[in-house]
């Protein structure tokens, strides 16, 4: 009976183990910060195509999102590539998608400088935050291919790869404190993501994978109880 459980146990322990990796797969995480601002980016894959969200997460200043620049590791999309607004978000009319050649968008448009250059630059907005045409705190937009299917696992290179270690950045306007003046901006990098697992939310069961877990620990301490019992 020791034998059986201790090999009943190990089996769940590498299914949990499995499961939980599972669950990142599909989504990346990009963290930027800086003393006036902290945001960050969740790429995540939607069918052929890769959904940005873009978000500022700082509990003390914020500011309007101007623009998105990013990293690609096979240079040969850069033709094909195109960006929607997701509903909810306008995009400028700047998108810009050129190899290691994207800091500035071009007229008045949201720069990176001096961070980058990067692969791909996509303007969020029209500007004018605090009050003006728009002011984003949070923008998503839908990145796709005219012939290709892009893939969130392979679509960024290693920060490694590229000059200056950085993979992504994020552009910010009429940045300030919460409630107050906003008359800063910033310009924020971002090296490799992290894997990311967005909860279900309240209410709602967890994903298929999630209540696999559950059952398969409810399963162990069934045995657990039987073990004991007997």
Known sequence: MNFAFHKASKVLIAAFVLMAVSTAQGSLLFTFSDSTLATEMVV????????????IVDSVNTGDLRGVYFHVANESLLSGLSATGSPGTVLGNAQT???????????????INP???FDVGVEIGLGN??????????????LSHATAALDVGTF?????????????????????AIGGSRNGSSKLGAGDPTQYVSPPPPGE????????IWAMLATGACLSRRRIMR
């Open 97 to 111: 998608f050129s190899a290691n050649n994207v800091a500035n968008m071009g007229g008045g448009n949201p720069n």
């Open 115 to 117: 961070l980058g250059p």
């Open 129 to 142: 935050g605090a009050g003006g045409v728009d002011d984003y705190q949070t923008a998503m937009f839908v």
């Open 156 to 176: 960024f290179p290693s920060a490694s790869s590229v000059s200056g270690g950085l993979v992504a950045g994020v552009r910010a306007q009429t940045v300030g």
């Open 44 to 55: 995540e894959q939607a069918g052929d195509d890769l959904k940005f969200t873009v978000s």
């Open 205 to 212: 069961s967890p994903e298929p994978a999630t209540a696999a």
